[in-house]
């Protein structure tokens, strides 16, 4: 079984310029959420999907981030316009949904954006 | 104050050893406590969770909650080259949206 993939592993662009990170979860997956590390620091939340309806964004840190889920799949999170501050590395994680038990989130190998 | 704290290490030590990683946190609301493993370039591997107070052990490595002291613990038993890594410690009140912390690189020479 496929894990969850992230598409690109590697992106760099200019400040000023948009980016647009993928997540593919597992198959099945109705959570799916976003994280970031920037230089230095945690891993940090920044906002869950369940199905294609946002649970949490209470993490996103401005308007200049943009999370899409259609069609409760694949995921989308655009950075418009980028900022030097946004460099780091986002995380996407899926769980399943399964009521009463732990629901372990699997993460994916996440893509390094580097703003100059 | 975060509300995770973690020694980020680095932390050497010899195959074989008994290593012993901990976390504080803030928050008295989390109940489930994880322990991810991060190689190099990959994304966060769960190594164990646990639900409020108490101890698991899973092979080599045990986890340890005390909610009183708000402290977190993972040992691992007869350490391995292939344990080095990093070993984040994350908490939650609701098993959903994860604090964790910075993080601590152990490396286990042959």
């Known amino acids: 079984e496929a894990g969850v993939t992230q598409f690109p592993s590697h992106s760099v662009i200019e400040k000023g310029q948009t980016v647009t990170l993928r997540c593919d979860p597992i198959?099945?997956?109705?959570?799916l959420y976003w994280y970031r590390r920037v230089m230095g620091k945690e891993i940090k939340f920044l906002l869950h999907?369940?199905?294609?309806?946002?649970?949490?964004e209470s993490g996103m840190p401005n308007n200049r981030f943009l999370a899409e889920r259609t069609g409760g799949t694949y995921s989308t999170l655009k950075v418009q316009p980028a900022e030097l501050e946004d460099s780091g590395v986002y995380f996407c994680?899926?769980?399943?949904?399964?009521?009463?038990?732990?629901?372990?989130?699997?993460f994916g190998p996440g893509t390094r954006l580097t703003v100059l | 104050q975060k509300e995770v704290e973690q020694d980020p290490g680095p932390l050497s030590v010899p195959e074989g050893a008994i290593v012993s990683l901990n976390c504080t946190y803030s928050?008295?609301?989390?109940?489930?406590f994880m322990w991810y493993r991060q190689y190099s370039r990959k994304g966060p591997e769960l190594l164990m969770y646990?639900?409020?107070?108490g101890n698991k052990e899973d092979g080599r490595f045990t986890a340890q909650v005390d909610k009183s002291s708000k402290y977190i613990s993972l040992f691992i038993r007869d350490s391995q080259p292939s344990d080095s890594a990093t070993y984040l410690c994350?908490?939650?009140?609701?098993?959903?949206?994860?604090?964790f912390g910075p993080g601590t690189r152990l490396s286990v020479l042959p």
């Open positions: 928050n008295s609301a989390f109940q489930y």
């Open positions: 994680a899926s769980s399943q949904d399964l009521t009463g038990i732990y629901n372990e989130q699997f």
């Open positions: 999907f369940v199905k294609e309806s946002k649970q949490d």
């Open positions: 646990t639900y409020s107070s």
């Open positions: 198959s099945g997956h109705d959570n």
């Open positions: 994350a908490a939650d009140n609701y098993g959903q949206n994860f604090v």
